[in-house]
């Protein structure tokens, strides 16, 4: 189960016997928070994640291994976020013994399960309680190992939700029953398939181009929906090298140059000849060959343009870090380029008239801001260290004090809590102190005498709905229930009537 989320922080993957739950934060600050609650029950301790730059992928083995899952998710619907793809085959370069050993233990559990009848009869249904369907058909729609996206359209007016090759037949899932031996009409979503042409012969391209010019291999890519990438075996690739790259691609693409398709016996030695990464262990018939004329020469069953003109404009848009000793190359192809340029003219017209001033000046403008940001929140924090101290003051003062003391500051932070804690001392009096959210998340401390805190302390965080850890008299964490504060009130003062003296 893969998670696609580009330059995740703070990533917690939580794998229990039949739930999966996964948050993090993207390089935006936005946060993320999936649930997933399984089919059926899994080997939690067998069960496993591995991160990377674009995604964090878990591996999950089923405790009835010998027992095919119909779907993913316990109930017969999913969330409109979840897209399922059991043909979703990637490469490993299993560059380090930890992920070789990984990569091995997933071998092991894909060939376990694959003499267990059908494919799940779901993907990329929205939430429904409809059935898919499988049919097979003459292969009219395309669903490729060279880990290009398969095609969408309509057999009649069902939607197909997925293709899935196997062997020599394409099976298409489709959202109802379909009537055998029914002429239909096929519909190809067209849009979907040119990107795809356009993003797949853009990395032929690259690909031939950066071996030619650099020395550069491709080891493998992937097709995304925002982006794609090609991974380079080289540990650099300097600006200059990416600048020249993109110069000689768009040069062809201006030169016109034709893109054929031509199939060659599987025993044809010429084979050996072009460029290739093997062919999957069940194929059969003729191999399929893509020729740019005079660029390149390479196996390939996927959909491409017949003219390097169909591409329009390739951009690559830099690198980002790869595995051991390579690079990933991020680029762009064709319609792609549009959207990208015109989302980009949206975010500047709509910075220009935030910011007040031209496109020239948005980086500075956005540095002064950042720094007075930067000035504000520390000027904030020392005020909120200053209200801390005079509110653990105000209460020292009074005569008599209680021994229950019971604050909530919205804006405050763990700092701030312990401050007040401190100030106040803990030997006699039991200090209940919250920040954040008034009714849902935030965080709480619990403060007083080590025994009272050590009882106290886990019922505490039960009734706010979170999770905490103290010693020596502290007791704090995360609550997702700040609605419950009046309830730990409660029971904070239940719990001194008891052992106040009578």
Not at 305 to 330: A, F, H, P, R, Y
Not at 363 to 390: G, H, M, P, T, Y
Request: glycine share 6%.
């Amino acid at each position: 189960l893969e998670f696609c989320v580009e330059d995740s922080r703070d990533v917690k993957v939580t794998i229990e016997d039949q739930r999966l739950v996964f948050s993090c934060k993207n390089a935006d600050g936005v946060e993320f928070y999936n649930e997933i609650n399984l089919y059926a029950r899994i080997n939690s301790k067998d069960s496993q994640e591995k991160r990377s730059d674009r995604s964090i992928t878990c591996f999950m083995r089923k405790w009835k291994e010998k027992v095919a899952w119909p779907r993913i998710t316990k109930e017969n619907i999913k969330p409109a976020w979840l897209s399922v793809d059991f043909d979703n085959w990637r490469d490993w370069e299993g560059d380090e013994e930890v992920e070789r050993a990984m990569v091995e233990q997933y071998a092991e559990m894909l060939e376990k399960v694959t003499d267990k009848g059908p494919p799940p009869a779901m993907d990329d249904l929205d939430v429904s309680t409809g059935q898919a369907g499988a049919a097979v058909l003459t292969p009219c729609t395309h669903r490729c190992p060279c880990l290009q996206p398969d095609d969408r359209g309509l057999i009649g007016t069902v939607p197909v939700l997925r293709v899935s090759r196997q062997g020599s037949e394409a099976v298409h899932f489709v959202q109802a029953p379909l009537e055998p031996g029914a002429e239909v009409l096929l519909s190809l979503d067209w849009e979907r398939r040119f990107d795809h042409m356009q993003q797949h012969s853009g990395q032929h391209l690259i690909t031939a181009i950066a071996d030619q010019m650099f020395g550069f291999k491709t080891t493998s890519w992937e097709l995304g929906r925002q982006r794609s990438v090609i991974e380079l075996d080289t540990p650099l690739v300097t600006a200059e090298q990416i600048e020249a790259l993109e110069t000689s691609v768009n040069e062809k693409i201006r030169e016109r140059v034709p893109v054929t398709v031509r199939e060659l016996a599987a025993g044809d030695p010429e084979i050996e000849r072009v460029r290739s990464r093997g062919l999957p262990d069940d194929h059969v018939g003729p191999v399929r060959v893509i020729d740019i004329e005079g660029v390149d020469s390479s196996l390939c069953c996927g959909t491409h343009v017949s003219n390097l003109s169909d591409l329009q404009v390739i951009k690559l848009l830099g690198t980002e870090k790869g595995k051991k000793n390579k690079t990933t190359l991020v680029f762009l192809a064709g319609n792609r380029v549009l959207k990208s340029i015109g989302q980009s003219h949206s975010t500047e017209k709509a910075l220009t008239t935030l910011l007040k001033n031209g496109p020239s000046e948005h980086v500075e403008a956005v540095k002064r801001l950042q720094s007075s940001v930067k000035q504000l929140q520390k000027n904030n924090l020392n005020l909120l260290r200053d209200i801390a101290v005079l509110i653990a003051r105000d209460f020292k003062s009074k005569p008599v004090q209680s021994q229950l003391f019971v604050l909530h500051r919205k804006e405050g932070d763990t700092e701030f809590m312990n401050i007040i804690a401190n100030e106040i001392g803990t030997e006699e009096t039991l200090l209940f102190l919250t920040v954040g959210d008034e009714k849902e998340a935030g965080l709480f401390l619990l403060a007083g005498p080590v025994e009272a805190v050590e009882n106290l302390g886990p019922r505490v965080a039960e009734l706010l709905g979170g999770k905490g850890a103290g010693k020596r008299g502290r007791f704090q964490g995360k609550a997702t229930k700040m609605s419950q504060r009046g309830e730990v009130q409660a029971l904070l003062q239940e719990f001194i009537s008891h052992r106040s003296p009578e």
